[in-house]
């Protein structure tokens, strides 16, 4: 009977020697992993999941927790500085609207004190004219009651224009109460040169 060989096919040994190859370089990559050579776990993640093996974790550095934070540091400065020059810029235009509005109040102030002294003005000026015409009103009654000779001997010693006033106040007192004006009769006794003055005074526009 022959005897059996014992000899392996080649195939079986080509698996063996992949399997041993592959061992090696897994196991290699794990020693460089875990020497932090390499980062075979991330690599591996989907096969070390299968097995249980989390992947390694990394955490930054501290040059990169630095940096990052100079970075944030950074951009809050610029927020800040920004929002400085927003304030400042808000400032000039409050400082320039106070300003107008400091200006338009003194202009108002200014015209209120013009039209206050006007008004004044005008109210001196009226009670000024009251008091001439009532003083004027009172001397022609005065004068109608007296003698035409004696009336026109007090006449001749006031100014021209004074003489002009009566002599209209008299013509607007007889046209109201319904009498003869004495003015013409006054007049006639006057001085031929000083009642032509007078005459020629009272043509021009009337003035008390």
Do not use: C, H, K
Not at 101 to 129: C, G, I, K, W
Not at 166 to 175: K, P, Q, Y
């Amino acid at each position: 009977m022959a005897r059996r060989s014992n000899r392996v096919g080649p195939w079986p040994r080509i698996l063996v020697l992949v399997l041993l190859i592959l061992a090696l370089l897994g196991g290699g990559a794990f020693w460089l992993d875990l020497l932090g050579v390499v980062d075979a776990r991330s690599a591996l993640r989907p096969v070390l999941s299968l097995f249980g093996i989390a992947p390694r974790i990394e955490f930054p550095e501290e040059e990169d927790m630095l940096l990052l934070e100079q970075l944030r540091t950074d951009r809050l400065s610029q927020s800040l500085d920004l929002r400085e020059q927003e304030l400042d810029r808000r400032e000039q235009q409050l400082t320039q609207e106070q300003a107008d509005f400091d200006r338009r109040l003194e202009e108002l102030e200014d015209r209120e004190r013009q039209l206050e002294e006007q008004e004044f003005s005008f109210n001196e000026r009226v009670r000024s004219y009251e008091n001439r015409r009532a003083n004027l009103e009172r001397n022609a009654r005065t004068l109608q009651n007296m003698t035409p000779a004696q009336a026109v001997a007090i006449l001749e010693g006031y100014e021209d224009q004074d003489v002009v006033s009566i002599l209209r106040i008299t013509d607007e007192l007889a046209d109201e109460e319904g009498e003869f004006s004495l003015s013409s009769v006054w007049l006639a006794q006057f001085p031929p040169d000083r009642a032509a003055r007078v005459q020629r005074l009272m043509t021009q526009r009337p003035e008390l």
